[in-house]
């Protein structure tokens, strides 16, 4: 796995993504992160893997018990149905795996709940089979703050690579002159950026006014 240089960087024609377990059971115990900011999170990574069209997969571990998809996610992906697994570890299950393997993308993306588990088991697995395997802290989370950290820790020390949300939307963006997805992640900021998305709301807001004043000759 190249770990410096521009072919590092995330690429939308290479990359696949992997959500994994965001349902009420996990939600329940989930300790690392303030639940909101994991839905907030994984919803905006969501919706930029679809303004950029990477495929991704939605997947749940024993919705009967551990309840539904969050809606939210859900209504990211209305027609998509989850793939309920009976398997802790995503990478043994055949209809996750042979999804990825069909789409002959490399660069595999995942946030799960909890990151000790979901998220570590296939990211390893993974990274044995010669993806490059990128996780994305903020979208996932453990029981605790040291769970959720140790198994970072433990997934850098295997080889993956830890980022955020919204740096993967960055990475796939890489120039504002690629108008179409400009508009789509612009979009997603001002949903889901919080801070970012209040400053381009107000940017755009004094372009606007900006507009206004020039066209009345002021």
């Known amino acids: 796995m190249t770990k410096s240089g521009l072919t590092a960087l995330l690429r939308p ?11 009420p059971f996990q939600f329940a115990n989930l300790h690392s992160h303030e639940p909101t900011m994991i839905v907030n999170n994984v919803i905006g990574l969501a919706k930029g893997a679809k303004a950029f ?3 991704t997969i ?3 571990v024993l919705e009967e018990r551990g309840g539904y998809l969050h809606k939210g996610l859900q209504d990211v992906y209305p027609d998509q149905k989850p793939i309920n697994r009976t398997f802790i570890n995503t990478w043994e299950d055949p209809a996750v795996t042979d999804i990825v393997q069909k789409s002959g993308r490399k660069q595999l993306i995942l946030a799960a709940l909890w990151s000790e588990v979901c998220l570590a088991m ?4 993974a990274l044995g089979e010669g993806y490059e395997v990128f996780v994305v802290t ?3 989370g453990g029981v605790s703050a040291e769970s959720h950290d140790m198994a970072i820790r433990r997934l850098v020390q295997a080889g993956a690579v830890p980022m955020t949300w919204l740096a993967v939307l960055c990475e796939w963006q890489r120039d504002w002159a690629r108008e179409v997805t400009a508009q789509a992640l612009s979009q997603v900021l001002l949903e889901h950026g919080g801070s970012s998305g209040i400053a381009l709301a107000w940017e755009i807001q004094l372009l606007n006014s900006a507009g206004k004043t020039v066209a009345k000759g002021v």
């Not at 990359?15 to 349902?23: E, N």
């Not at 296939?122 to 697995?125: E, F, L, M, V």
Request: hydrophobic share 40%; net charge negative.
């Open 58 to 60: 939605l997947t749940t």
């Open 138 to 140: 903020d979208a996932s």
């Open 13 to 23: 024609e290479d990359s696949i993504v992997v959500l994994i377990d965001h349902q």
């Open 122 to 125: 296939p990211a390893i697995q």
């Open 53 to 55: 069209d990477v495929p």
